[in-house]
């Protein structure tokens, strides 16, 4: 046994557990994610964030889920390793770029009384082909298609954020059922990769309000991905302008889709809870 060093921290309440792999050593990531996102018997988290060196970036992340599996990309907790890194020193730039499975994202920093407040990610662009995502469907791409759920009809649409998503609307997301439908969708034979699924409802042309089930990490307080594929997807429905309010379980990100340039950008806070000590 040894004991590892970690901070905890949340982008609107999609929590994690960083670790600074330029100090620390994490042998099994799959493992260490298991057990420290256990809320019983771990530290509790979303998932685990390895903030790692890079040879083509200024740093590069891995992110695993609470069940171990790897992501490519998480966009709450990119803003949280932009927060992590200008906060403890390791750069004094306020713009930086971060290498992840997804590609290298370049990251804008507000900073205030030298600590990092808000991040601006340039996401990259949407993918819309249903190859891509990937959806299983003779359809190039999937926008409104009707599904079948556990013997209900819903429509979802199709975007990777590089990582898989279906956006569903509903007239209640408050009310919704998601420990029950979120399983079934993830696990959808439509969906070779999984999915995650965001469930929105649009409450006016510039906010919609979004619960998401991510694979892997069930119901999360929020999801940057997630809530940049639902912003595209009610664009692309002719729901929403091009900027967008996305209202989450722990907060609101502002996600504005530059459709000339096709780039993506969110911006919201990073918060840092504590830091300290496992005995893994």
Not at 43 to 62: K, N, Q, V, Y
Not at 89 to 116: A, C, F, N, W, Y
Not at 209 to 238: D, F, H, K, P
Request: some cysteine; glycine content about 10%.
């Amino acid at each position: 046994m040894r004991a590892m060093r970690f901070t905890k921290m949340h982008g609107i309440g999609n929590d994690y557990v960083y670790v600074d792999r330029m100090s620390e050593r994490v042998d099994d990531p799959e493992q260490v994610a298991r057990q420290v996102s256990d809320r019983h018997f771990g530290i509790g988290a979303d998932g685990l964030i390895l903030i790692c060196p890079s040879e083509t970036a200024d740093f590069r992340m891995e992110m695993y889920n609470a069940d171990g599996s790897q992501g490519a990309m998480c966009g709450n907790g990119i803003r949280c390793v932009a927060k992590y890194v200008y906060d403890h020193r390791l750069t004094d730039k306020e713009h930086i770029r971060i290498e992840t499975k997804s590609g290298i994202k370049s990251l804008d920093l507000t900073v205030q009384d030298g600590k990092v407040s808000l991040v601006r990610v340039a996401m990259g662009a949407p993918i819309l082909q249903a190859e891509e995502i990937p959806i299983r469907t003779d359809r190039e791409q999937v926008l409104a298609m009707p599904i079948e759920v556990g013997g209900m009809e819903y429509r979802i649409t199709g975007v990777s954020m590089g990582n898989p998503h279906a956006v569903v609307y509903l007239d209640d997301v408050t009310g919704f059922d998601i420990e029950k439908w979120g399983p079934q969708f993830e696990t959808h034979p439509l969906f070779p990769d999984r999915i995650n699924t965001e469930f929105c409802k649009v409450l006016d042309e510039k906010v919609i309000q979004m619960r998401v089930w991510e694979r892997g990490s069930g119901e999360t307080m929020a999801c940057g991905t997630g809530a940049c594929a639902a912003a595209v997807s009610s664009i692309l429905n002719g729901y929403t302008k091009e900027q967008v309010t996305v209202r989450l379980l722990g907060g609101d990100l502002e996600i504005f889709w530059d459709r000339r340039a096709d780039q993506v950008y969110m911006t919201g806070p990073a918060v840092e809870v504590f830091s300290g000590e496992i005995i893994l």
